[in-house]
């Protein structure tokens, strides 16, 4: 789950993780009012939306009066930003972030997500805060100093000093970074965070380090633990399908082509997009109905798949083990009656009992149920029911 | 012959009595399993499924002599089960649930490789030799005994592959379901060599997916250690960046852990890398035959 840069800040400053003051604002008047209360000559007006990219967007304005804050909250409240992380369709953003304006001497990155590969949390710093640290990893690598730490032992002296001095900051500035860096650590582990970044992390004028920007995002299966922190989801940042099918046990993600999938677990549902892609169509959507497919399951695969009007056919691909082929046929048989499926379905059962699964649908005779005989038979035929060739 | 688990392998469940841990303990038992008892915390010295339930581990253990346990706990309880078996002894502890935080289980990885017990998942199948011992939730009856070795990041992708083989009429040894979260146990890297030294194993069937770079570890590997032929399938060819497929390890994270990668690092490796899963079961007939 992600959050907002304004949240993250909160739990910054929960953290001692140095901010510079700021207030959110869901209106023009209370995004004024923010600034009033925060005081001094300059704000910037962020829009908070999950994605990064915002400033070059339009998303983020310096203000050097309080009429300034009116026009850019005016201006930012309710528009679409279309960033590089959005998607073409853009976001609406609901709500801004005013902040006090920063004396910026010097821009970094800091940032920490789990290294998977060594199985412990890595902190990574970087001197080309501002740039997108994916780029600076395939440019400049060597730009992006990394420090694993043991969380069985904690972050320690050393693990600063590593990553200071391959910032090159010097030696009066240290002891600065590292009670930052510190924080940001405990911010990390004490919340499950999948990650957290800063970026830019900035160095004022008179040697302080604020983190100027905040992402972060946790892991969900940690979150019945952090009750504050579940709280803190946005609805309008979620997408409603993929919600409500997660509500329902099911794991759905859209996509852009027309031909709809449904199938048990995970790998095989990646697979099914995969194969569907090798015959030369377009998967509508990754659906994963979980390992035993029943009816009420099936039912709703086909409600939600079907609310992408793009559908033009759908693969339903199911491997039945312990459930066994011949229930799933008649589960989807059942489904069709609850949801109405008006677009060709292309069946491959196969695995226990996948003979007398092809008789049960077979028999029921139902025009726009089509059986397949194996994976890549029933692919061909989904991505010719898509194309109408069928 | 096989690899980690075979018939004479005594196995124990912890979370013996819940709803899952029953149904698929009996569902293990009836395939010829050796589960010869269960844990469950203030039902020790009940009977269930005709096997004892103990309060720890420790007892459960020291009573039956089992080396291997099947973990069905709740998420927020994995930790604390797999620390509890690594501490009495266990060597080889299968995680199937689903759902554990990524913190957990990094200190309960930790803890147990410090006790010398090896890890498999979690949220994953489970491992089976086939026609000897089934320590998990697949379908026993889509493995038939033969002489390829299978390890797989996903459940029913397992069951698929197995399928297949046993389709172009061959059939497994070991298939190990390995799990698609960020932390897992034993992987590709760890179980490849067992399968080089298993005599009856001549060929290996590897499952990949999006996300991480355990499958450009086992590429590296294979190209060094590996001299029995090597089939491989990675799912998520067509999967979008950032967007966490199902499992929550199944994500391209800035630009890395795509499937293009790592079909490209196995097929440098010398690996029979197929593009659709449609494929495998040909491919491992393919290069038994060559």
């Known amino acids: ?390 | 012959m096989s690899i980690l688990v075979n018939k004479d392998t005594k196995v124990i469940v912890q979370g013996f009595t819940g709803k899952e841990g029953t149904f698929h303990a009996s569902q293990c038992i009836d395939y010829g399993t050796q589960i010869v008892g269960g844990v469950t915390p203030g039902k020790g010295g009940q009977e269930h499924l005709g096997r004892p339930v103990f309060n720890t581990v420790e007892e459960a253990v020291a009573s039956t002599g089992a080396t291997v346990s099947m973990i069905f706990v709740p998420p927020a309880f994995v930790a604390d089960a797999v620390m509890e078996a690594a501490d009495a002894g266990v060597e080889l502890a299968v995680i199937i649930t689903e759902g554990a935080p990524v913190r957990d289980m990094m200190y309960a990885k930790m803890y147990a490789t410090k006790k010398g017990m090896s890890t498999i998942g979690p949220n994953c199948p489970g491992i089976i030799t086939a026609e000897e011992c089934k320590i998990g939730i697949m379908p026993g009856n889509i493995f038939k005994k033969g002489n390829v070795g299978l390890i797989s990041k996903s459940g029913t992708l397992t069951y698929e592959a197995s399928h297949q083989v046993v389709q172009e009429g061959y059939g497994i040894t070991t298939a190990v379901g390995i799990g698609g979260d960020p932390i897992i146990g034993l992987s590709y890297k760890q179980l490849l060599p067992m399968f080089e030294a298993d005599p009856e194993t001549e060929a290996i069937v590897m499952i990949g997916e999006i996300g991480g770079d355990l499958e450009i570890q086992a590429a590296a590997y294979i190209k060094e250690h590996i001299s029995k032929p090597v089939v491989a399938f990675i799912a998520g060819q067509t999967a979008p960046k950032g967007k966490r497929m199902g499992h929550a390890g199944a994500i391209i994270s800035g630009g890395s852990g795509t499937a293009a990668e790592k079909m490209a690092a196995l097929e440098a490796a010398g690996v029979k890398v197929v593009v659709s899963p449609a494929d495998i079961g040909k491919a491992v007939k393919e290069v038994l035959t060559k």
């Open chain 1, 1 to 390: 789950m992600n959050i907002h840069e304004y949240q993250a800040k909160e739990i910054f400053r929960k953290y001692n993780v140095p901010v510079p003051k700021g207030k959110v604002a869901f209106t023009v008047d209370e995004a004024v009012e923010a600034a009033k209360e925060l005081g001094g000559k300059l704000w910037v007006v962020k829009a908070q939306i999950h994605a990064g990219g915002r400033g070059l967007g339009g998303g983020v304005k310096l203000a050097k009066s309080l009429d300034e804050v009116r026009h850019w909250a005016d201006e930012i409240l309710g528009m679409t930003l279309v960033t590089h992380q959005t998607g073409p369709e853009g976001k609406v953003v609901h709500k801004v972030y005013i902040e006090e304006g920063a004396d910026i001497a010097k821009e970094y990155y800091l940032g920490m997500l789990l290294d998977r590969a060594a199985e412990m949390p890595v902190m990574m710093a970087s001197t080309e805060g501002g740039m997108e640290i994916e780029k600076v990893a395939a440019e400049t690598p060597e730009k992006i100093v990394k420090v694993t730490i043991d969380p069985t032992v904690g972050f320690q002296g050393f693990h600063g000093r590593k990553l200071a001095f391959g910032l090159g900051l010097p030696k009066e500035e240290v002891g600065t970074f590292i009670k930052f860096a510190s924080a940001l650590y405990k911010a990390y582990m004490d919340n499950d965070a999948e990650m957290v970044e800063i970026n830019p992390l900035i160095k004022t004028g008179d040697g302080k380090f604020l983190a100027l920007d905040a992402k972060m995002g946790f892991d969900d299966n940690a979150l019945y633990r952090h009750p504050d922190i579940a709280e803190m989801r946005d609805l309008d940042e979620e997408e409603p399908t993929e919600m409500e099918a997660k509500a329902h046990g099911l794991s759905y993600i859209k996509l852009d082509g027309n031909v709809g999938c449904m199938v048990n677990g995970a790998g095989l549902a990646m697979a099914t997009m995969d194969i569907i892609k090798h015959e030369g169509g377009e998967p509508a959507n990754f659906l994963d109905v979980g390992g035993g497919a029943n009816p009420e399951t099936v039912a709703k695969g086909f409600e939600i798949i079907l609310k992408d009007p793009n559908v033009k056919a759908i693969f339903v691909n199911i491997f039945g083990g312990i459930v066994r082929c011949d229930r799933v046929a008649n589960g989807i048989l059942e489904a069709t009656k609850i949801t109405d499926v008006n677009v060709p379905v292309i069946v491959r059962l196969d695995g226990t009992n996948a003979a007398e699964a092809a008789e049960i649908l077979k028999n029921a005779n139902i025009e726009n149920i089509i059986a397949a005989e194996n994976l890549a038979d029933g692919a061909r035929k989904a991505v010719a029911a898509a194309k109408g060739e069928l």
